[in-house]
């Protein structure tokens, strides 16, 4: 008895093997890369928070201040009478750029789709780049201090960075098709993570000249970043004379000798509509609308769910080296040091779950059981003595949990939603949709981190680790429809397997 093809498992590695060019090589790297840049420049911010802390606060309440400056350079430097406010004011600078960072998703994706994808993330990168130089580097340098100029500049550089995540997530789409997604993306998503691991091995290798000087080498990087990017990547296969994503997919299809001719009536009408759907987009490509895309199945779910996930993991992003300083004792440049592991984690988690979810075909599944199994973590990492080496083995193992359900909630299943049968005629969907996801995670964050700093203040570190596992619940509760869905296909291809032996 045979399966209907799509219940039929294909070999997910054999079309990604077979379609692998030097191109796919470059537009993988380069689009690796230029986010790895991105995240590297924001990690040096929650990296040096410590310095700016104590560069912002008077020197009779901080003992460092002799070490670092003059007497009187700090009085005239001074913002805050106490560290307790310039540490609220630190948690509002990471709200504020969330928030400007989520508003700039929505419209970055809307834009990724109409425009040129390769000018929107050059100008994009080149930009931010600027701004951090201007926000950590200049201001030091001419000894100006204005918390409003901070936050204006803060704006700024979250509706920069914006332009990053949904061109890349859709340059990455064009060139790399469902077969092998999960692991493709899973392992590529790393960019994040390794972004975070640079970030901080360039703050801990300059920060004793300075903080600024983490901004200055970051910066420079990712302004260089832009330019390469600018001249090198290619946006879709079609600017070299490839085929499309999709007549690609169609013929490994076709080559399946085994696929029956009776039943398959809709996959056929399907690939006659993309193939001429897709021509049309060659002449004249038509973007999906913004309300369109939030219709799609699955966006609003994944959206929510993402904004609890990204919460917990931006969290560890903009704290944990704080954490790791103020909660043990830490010096700041170990805790900068020690705070990569959880990044570690996140980059082998989510290459690991991404394949396991092409090995099933299904992604929800495999978030719950790794959430589930986060939850745990973040209760044992809320308990860890104070000790190094146990407490980098229960940060891996928390960014296992964590940082890999995010990066496929953000990557793998963002190119999932953008290139469903619904908008199989518009490519330029795909941005779009990573912006909405991105976007709505985004708002979740910018509250988190504010609430982060409120709770920490009046209740202590223990109670943020409670709300962190709260929010991962939550991330279940929202994706359990899909969960459910997915399970019962899972049962039901079983049991029609079971019949066909």
Not at 117 to 139: D, E, I, K, Q
Not at 167 to 189: I, P
Not at 194 to 219: D, M, P, Q, R, W
Not at 440 to 445: E, L, R
């Amino acid at each position: 008895m045979a399966l209907p093809g799509s219940l039929r498992r294909q070999p997910a590695n054999r079309g990604l093997v077979s379609r692998c060019t030097h191109h796919h090589i470059v537009v993988f790297l380069l689009t690796f890369f230029s986010y790895s840049l991105l995240h590297a420049s924001r990690k040096t911010f929650s990296n040096v928070k410590v310095s700016i802390s104590s560069q912002w606060t008077p020197s009779c309440l901080n003992s460092t201040a002799p070490e670092l400056r003059p007497y009187e350079l700090w009085n005239s430097s001074r913002l805050f009478p106490n560290a307790e406010e310039a540490t609220l004011f630190l948690g509002t600078l990471d709200t504020i750029f969330l928030f400007s960072y989520a508003v700039g998703l929505f419209v970055s994706g809307i834009v990724g789709d109409r425009l040129n994808l390769r000018w929107v993330l050059s100008f994009g990168m080149c930009s931010s780049a600027l701004v951090v130089f201007f926000f950590g580097t200049l201001t030091e340098w001419l000894h100006f201090y204005n918390k409003w100029f901070y936050c204006c500049l803060w704006v700024v550089n979250g509706l920069l960075q914006s332009t990053g995540w949904p061109c890349v997530v859709a340059v990455m789409g064009n060139w790399f098709g469902k077969a092998g997604r999960g692991f493709v993306f899973g392992l590529w998503s790393a960019c994040a993570s390794v972004g975070n691991i640079l970030g901080a091995f360039l703050a801990s290798c300059v920060l004793k000249y300075g903080y600024e000087y983490a901004f200055l080498v970051t910066a420079s990087v990712q302004f260089a970043g832009g330019v390469i990017v600018f001249f090198g990547l290619l946006t879709s296969p079609k600017e070299v004379g490839l085929p499309e994503l999709g007549a690609d997919e169609d013929a490994v299809v076709e080559e399946d000798a085994n696929r029956p001719l009776m039943g398959s009536d809709d996959a056929d009408d399907d690939d006659r509509n993309y193939s001429v759907q897709a021509a049309d987009a060659d002449n004249q490509p038509k973007a999906i609308g913004f309300f369109q895309a939030c219709c799609l199945p699955g966006v609003v779910l994944y959206s929510l769910a993402y904004a609890c996930l990204k919460l917990v993991n931006y969290s560890f992003f903009f704290w944990l080296p704080f954490y790791l300083s103020n909660n043990f004792g830490w010096k700041e440049a170990e805790a900068d040091q020690l705070s990569i592991w959880y990044d570690v984690g996140g980059i082998v988690g989510g290459t690991i779950q991404g394949l396991i979810s092409d090995v099933l075909q299904k992604r929800a599944p495999v978030l719950a059981i790794s959430l589930l199994f986060a939850v745990g973590s973040l209760f044992g990492y809320s308990r860890s003595p104070n000790s190094k080496p146990i407490n980098a083995v229960i940060m891996t193992i928390t960014g296992f949990f964590i940082g890999g359900p995010s990066n496929m909630i953000s990557s793998a299943i963002s190119a999932d939603l953008g290139r469903q049968d619904l908008v199989k005629g518009s490519s330029e969907a795909l941005a779009t949709v990573t912006g909405i996801v991105d976007g709505t995670g985004s708002i979740g964050a910018a509250v988190g981190q504010y609430l982060v700093s409120l709770i920490q203040e009046n209740l202590g570190w223990m109670w943020v680790f409670y709300f962190f596992i709260l929010m991962t619940s939550s991330t279940i509760l929202f994706i359990s429809p899909l969960i459910v869905r997915e399970i019962r296909l899972l049962l039901h291809e079983r049991r029609l397997r079971m019949l066909a032996e």
